[in-house]
């Protein structure tokens, strides 16, 4: 069976945001039993775990033997296994990756600027001076984004794919400010992406290992 690491404790903040809920997500989809190796504080930074991730983060994913980290490799390992998160035919299977890299490279990047500077020094001075710029930025990235949808209801049309998945993980990242919502396409889009019976599986597992920890 397949196990996915994720932490058996975060702060409230975290809660629902940790990259191990995008694995959880797609075994969600793909219709595939996983179990979780929970981590305590330290454990990430024992040897054994940085054998299998260098960097001491979650999720690894484990199958017999194998062992895969970084949330985009695993959703598209899992995804080979699903034509819900990538579609058989190559060209809607190329635009399904080539969504999920946006996520990574071209709009999280962005989110992560601003959502670090609101989370962790919001009340240093420098952080005060940089969020707007930060904020602009993002911005111009998610006009983008949102142009880009036009009336579609997903990435590619009218399937959900993998690029979904994970775009919608990315934008959920700062639900603490309505920088994204505040655009009705991209506001429905996440609302549409999350109220997947297998997001709510998802999300509702990580939580419940929380509150078990609590």
């Given at each position: 069976m397949?196990?996915?690491?994720a932490?058996?404790w975060?702060?409230?903040f975290?809660?629902g945001?940790?990259?191990?809920?995008?694995?959880r997500?797609?075994?969600?989809e793909?219709?595939?039993?996983y179990r979780t190796?929970?981590?305590?504080?330290?454990?990430?930074d024992?040897?054994?775990y940085?054998a299998?991730q260098?960097?001491?983060?979650?999720p690894?994913?484990?199958e017999d033997?194998?062992?895969?980290?970084?949330?985009?490799?695993?959703?598209l390992?899992?995804g080979e296994?699903?034509?819900?998160?990538?579609?058989?035919e190559?060209?809607a299977?190329?635009?399904?990756?080539?969504?999920l890299i946006?996520?990574l490279?071209s709009?999280e990047?962005?989110?992560?600027?601003?959502?670090?500077?609101?989370?962790?020094y919001?009340?240093?001075e420098?952080?005060?001076?940089r969020r707007p710029?930060a904020?602009?930025f993002?911005?111009r990235?998610l006009?983008?984004?949102?142009?880009?949808?036009?009336?579609?209801?997903?990435?590619?049309?009218?399937?959900?794919?993998?690029?979904d998945?994970m775009?919608?993980?990315?934008?959920r990242?700062l639900?603490?400010a309505d920088?994204?919502?505040s655009d009705r396409?991209?506001?429905a889009?996440?609302?549409r992406?999350t109220?997947?019976?297998?997001?709510k599986?998802?999300?509702?597992?990580?939580?419940?290992?929380?509150?078990?920890?609590a």
């Amino acid at each position: 069976m397949i196990t996915i690491s994720a932490f058996r404790w975060v702060p409230d903040f975290a809660q629902g945001q940790v990259r191990d809920l995008r694995a959880r997500w797609a075994l969600e989809e793909a219709g595939l039993p996983y179990r979780t190796r929970l981590l305590d504080q330290g454990d990430q930074d024992k040897p054994d775990y940085r054998a299998l991730q260098p960097f001491g983060q979650v999720p690894i994913l484990e199958e017999d033997g194998f062992a895969l980290f970084e949330s985009g490799a695993i959703v598209l390992y899992v995804g080979e296994r699903s034509e819900t998160l990538l579609p058989k035919e190559p060209q809607a299977r190329a635009r399904a990756t080539q969504w999920l890299i946006a996520a990574l490279n071209s709009i999280e990047p962005f989110i992560m600027d601003v959502a670090r500077i609101d989370i962790f020094y919001a009340d240093q001075e420098w952080a005060k001076l940089r969020r707007p710029g930060a904020v602009e930025f993002a911005q111009r990235r998610l006009g983008a984004l949102s142009k880009a949808f036009g009336d579609k209801p997903y990435l590619d049309g009218d399937r959900f794919t993998a690029g979904d998945l994970m775009m919608t993980t990315v934008l959920r990242i700062l639900k603490h400010a309505d920088i994204v919502t505040s655009d009705r396409r991209l506001a429905a889009y996440i609302e549409r992406c999350t109220a997947r019976p297998a997001f709510k599986r998802a999300f509702d597992a990580q939580i419940a290992d929380f509150k078990l920890a609590a």
